[in-house]
């Protein structure tokens, strides 16, 4: 839902009619699972996506004659079916989709739960109604989505969950780049330096907030969850080390740390003496980032938020 949200919002305050498309289900290599949006306007226009481009042009006429009936429809893609392979979907996966019509009393709700970066439980009703609808309650046990088939009508239970945030310690150059990417993959990103000729507004004007503190009174000035990955840039001992401890003390699901194999070697051997379990050590990526050889900042920051995607995306699996 968030990366159709503003999108949503912005419809309403038009007053445009329009369709939400749901992945409901995927069998082999579809490019989008089970829980994708893609949100569609009586003009055609449209946000998100649910195949990666292979079907939306069908699926934009299909949700258009949705608005028109104001009827769902439920519609399934692959290469079994001639008509999707007319419209491309060729990378040997099927889905299957509904297509509900939006009540904006419904599902604003849900749009201002997303907006407060809260956690957002919501259901569609694959019925005739479609409709779309906030879950008050919170849902801890299960994997989403899912549908709930013993129910009638059967629902499809989806979760928004809350903004993920990058933590950055140091305010040097892949910081920038790293800010960059981060901003494009909608984390919200936090810069802790005590140094303010290095972290301030005018070198990181799209950073969501920034602490000129040590690392042990910018940390307590933040609130870290399983939702939170810390990347440590200063290669200055006397910040890095501290923030290392504190962020192993934390539930940060990523905590990397930039340095050759030497300087983390130094590093560990200090945090052991500061009384880190060595167990606790496995936990800090370092060398930071993914192997691609990077050569410069950019390519470093590229390396970091690739490792950062990979961990977040194999906790999720």
Avoid at 26 to 50: I, K
Avoid at 66 to 78: A, D, L, N, P
Avoid at 98 to 103: A, D, Q, Y
Avoid at 255 to 273: E, P, V
Wanted: aromatic share 6%; with cysteine.
């Amino acid at each position: 839902m968030k990366d159709i949200h503003k999108t949503l919002v912005k419809w309403k305050e038009k007053g445009d009619r329009a369709a939400l498309v749901t992945v409901i289900k995927t069998w082999g290599s579809s490019p989008r699972q089970a829980g994708a949006h893609m949100v569609v306007n009586e003009t055609g226009e449209f946000d998100g996506s649910v195949s990666g481009g292979c079907v939306e042009s069908a699926v934009i006429q299909e949700a258009q004659m949705v608005i028109q009936t104001q009827k769902t429809k439920r519609v399934k893609f692959g290469v079994s079916d001639e008509a999707a392979w007319d419209v491309g979907l060729a990378c040997g996966g099927e889905i299957e989709i509904f297509i509900s019509p939006v009540k904006w009393t419904s599902i604003t709700p849900i749009l201002d739960m997303v907006e407060k970066r809260e956690p957002c439980w919501y259901q569609i009703s694959l019925d005739e109604i479609g409709e779309i609808s906030l879950i008050t309650d919170e849902i801890s046990d299960k994997n989403f989505p899912y549908l709930e088939s013993e129910t009638s009508p059967e629902k499809l239970i989806l979760y928004s969950p809350p903004d993920s945030e990058i933590i950055i310690i140091g305010g040097v150059n892949i910081t920038q780049h790293l800010i960059d990417f981060s901003t494009v993959l909608g984390y919200k990103t936090t810069i802790i330096d005590p140094r303010k000729a290095f972290a301030n507004q005018k070198r990181f004007p799209k950073a969501d907030k920034i602490l000129n503190l040590w690392p042990e009174d910018g940390f307590s000035q933040i609130k870290i969850s399983r939702n939170t990955a810390i990347v440590i840039l200063t290669h200055d001992d006397k910040i890095d080390i501290p923030a290392i401890k504190l962020a192993l003390g934390s539930s940060a699901f990523y905590i990397g740390a930039l340095g050759s194999k030497k300087t983390q070697a130094r590093r560990n051997s200090a945090l052991l003496d500061m009384g880190v379990a060595p167990e606790e050590l496995d936990r800090i990526h370092g060398p930071i980032g993914l192997d691609i050889d990077a050569r410069n900042p950019l390519e470093i920051a590229l390396s970091i938020i690739a490792e950062i995607t990979l961990t977040a995306n194999k906790m999720e699996s």
